[in-house]
């Protein structure tokens, strides 16, 4: 099928057809891809997550070694010794398994000693486990959000965020525009019971950062909660890695800080800090933690790691290295990676065929980078994302660079080609 030809629309129609005819049509959407060599989605690593993987490209039945810049472990901690320690130890006295949801026989002590280390991490006293992140953000704003109550979010919140609002009225902004967030409280004055911004601290496709101070301001005037979901800046963001909420010295001006273990923090959960009262209602009242078995005791390594956020700083400057080098690197080239100030670095390509082959290219080239397109992002606003560890080497990222200027003489994505 020729490219040029591509027939995302054909899939975009689906409306009308049950659930396998649009099972059918997807696949065919994806033989489609698949042909074009642009289905770089679900590649199977056969070594652990790392900076390098052996990675079995579409068709290949023996692994090729490429550069990463896929993984959210940004301090490089699920390779750290001194945790995967703490994890077998975990095994080996408390199994592999919780048993229960936590109301009913699953909360050991180790998930005590989880919540209250995460609550401490963030100077409060209270928090909540979740099995991941996804259903910490989505489970607490279904939880507490109803049809009489609104929820403000900033256009660019993780999907989970708005799966939690599927129940409640929801009015977005703008990224990060605080005219529009300011308009949209004023609007809703009076109107609704319960009234909550929802924001990321650092966005995960942009890698920019939320402008707290101001929308911690307009909260206040306007008579709002804010919740923050910082999961792409714990360990990588602040002085002392808090994320934020540090950044901005803002702990004891957010309502509700969610977030996720399986960052920079190496592991798979995630949690909320709130007040005490807020957090035993979701104890008490949030479905997705009442009634689902309780993470197993691998956990155990959080523990581990949250202490290595302090004692070991120096994988935090190690990966502030890393991003320093490869952003300027990039910039150097001519590509333009908008505003990012964190450990997600997006190189703007525009439409979704260009950054598809830009994938493509990049994988020929021994390097692993995640195109990311619609719905992640708008249409136009195509990218290919990069995520860079405190394990990759200048080497590696030097090699990075050096693909994306072979790439770059190919499409022009910099606009600076002589064509
Ligand atoms: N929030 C944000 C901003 C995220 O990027 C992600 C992960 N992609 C999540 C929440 C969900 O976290 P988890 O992977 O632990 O479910």
Known sequence: IPYEKASFKDFENIEGLDAYATAEEFTKYLDFLKVNGHLNYRIESLSPCGPEMDL????????TRCVCLVSNDYLSFSQHPQIKA?????????GTGSGASPAIGGHFVYHQQLEEKIAAFYRKSNAILYTTGYTANSATLQCLLHKEDLAILDMAVHASVYEGCLTTNVKTFLHNNMQMLEQ?????????RTKMVIIDGVYSQDGDIAELNEIINLTHKYGAYLVIDDAHGIGVIGDTGRGVIEMYNAFDKVDIITGTF???L??????????????????FQSKQHLFSTTATPAVMGILKAIDLVDNEPEWRL???DN???IKAGLIELGFDVGTTASAVIPVKVGDIPKTLEAGRLLLNLGVYANPIMYPAVSKKNSRIRLNIMAGHTKEQLTKVLEAFKIVDQQLNISGKQTV
């Open 323 to 325: 991003i320093q080098f």
């Open 184 to 192: 949209v409280l004023k609007n809703a004055q009076d109107k609704y």
């Open 262 to 264: 399986s960052k920079a």
């Open 266 to 283: 190496g592991n798979i959960g995630g949690y909320v800090v709130a007040s005490s009262e807020i957090v035993t209602y979701l104890k």
């Open 318 to 320: 190690k990966l502030w």
């Open 86 to 94: 703490a994890v077998i130890d975990g095994v080996q006295r408390f």
């Open 56 to 63: 079995l490209l579409p068709g290949d039945d023996v692994p």
